[in-house]
C-alpha cells in the first residue's frame, strides 16, 4: 500500500460515492435479452475495494450476489494463457473492437479470427481453446468449468462462488447470436471443439454468481504484478499481468473502452449483469454492482462510482 493509501479516509471517499450515485439509483436499463437477468432490482447498489494488506471498503449490497456475466472473461483468459500460452493469439487479436459485444460483421471481414478475447466471439473462442486444454469435448467442458470455479474460490478465498444454473440454462435458450459467432468461427476452421461443447462452458463462466466484495477479492493479483499480495501466491507472471490489463484497458467495455477510460482511466471489465471490475495497479481493486445498463452494456450507476472513487482517490493511471 502507498504512502498515500494509507493516509486515506475511506469513510469520506464511501460517503462522496454514495452522494454522487444516490440521484441515479435505478436509472439505465436491466438486460432483459436473458430472461433470467430481467427480474433483478434495478435499484441494488453495491461496491467494495480489495486493498493489499488484505483489508476491504464496502457499501450497499456489496455482499449480495450478481451474475458476473462477461467479467468472467478475465478470469478465463488467465487461465487459458496459463494452460495454453501465446498459441491463444492464433485464435484471437489484440485490438479493441469498437463494435458492440456480441457484433458479428467484423468475423466475416476478419475470417473468424475475434478482436480481442473480451468480446462474445473472442471469449467463445477463449473458452474453446481452453475446454481443449483439458481433452475437449463435454468432459473438457466440464473439467475447465471446475478448474475456473476452484481458481476463483481460491483466488477470492471464499467457497461460496457457484454457477447459477438456471441463468446458465436461459442464456444458452437465448443464445442465438453466440451460437451464431460460434458457428461462424467454426465455419473458417476456428473451433476446436465441438460448438456446443465450447458454448456450454462459455454459457456456464457467464453464469458464475459472485458478489462485489469476492469479485473483488479475487482479482487482487492483478493490481500487483499478478502477486496475490495477501497470500503471496504468484497468479501470472508479472509481464502476463501487464498484458491483461493492457486488454482490460483497450476493450474491457466493448464500444464504450474509449469513454470508460476517459471518465476512469482505469483498466476494467463491465459485464451485463451490471457489475464493472477494475484494477488499480498498486492500490488495489474495485468491484462495483448496479444493474441498469447503458446503451454499451456498461452499469451506468456503477461507472459513476467508479469515476467518483477516481477523483477522491487520484487512482487513475495516467497520474
Ligand atoms: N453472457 C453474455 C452474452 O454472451 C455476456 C455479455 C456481457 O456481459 O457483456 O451475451
Redesign the pocket.
Known sequence: MTVADQAMDWQKILASIEAAVSPHIGSGKVANY?PALACVDPRKFGIAVALPDGSMQILGDADESFSV??ISKVFTLALTLQRVGEDLWEAVGREPSGSS??SIVQLEAEAGIPRNPLI?AGAIATTDRLVASYGGGQAGAHEAMEDLLITARRLAQDENIAIDYEVAES?SRSGSR?RALAHFMASFGNMKNPVEDSLSAY?RH?SIAISCRQLARAALFLAFDGCDPVTGEQVVSKERCQRILAILMMSGHYDNSGEFAYRIGLPGK????GGILVVAPEHGTIAVWSPGLNQA?TSMVGSIALEELVQQTGWSVFV
Open positions: 436473458i456475466q462477461s459485444f456480441n462474445n442464456e453466440n454459457f457467464c463491465s459485464g451485463v449483469g452494456g
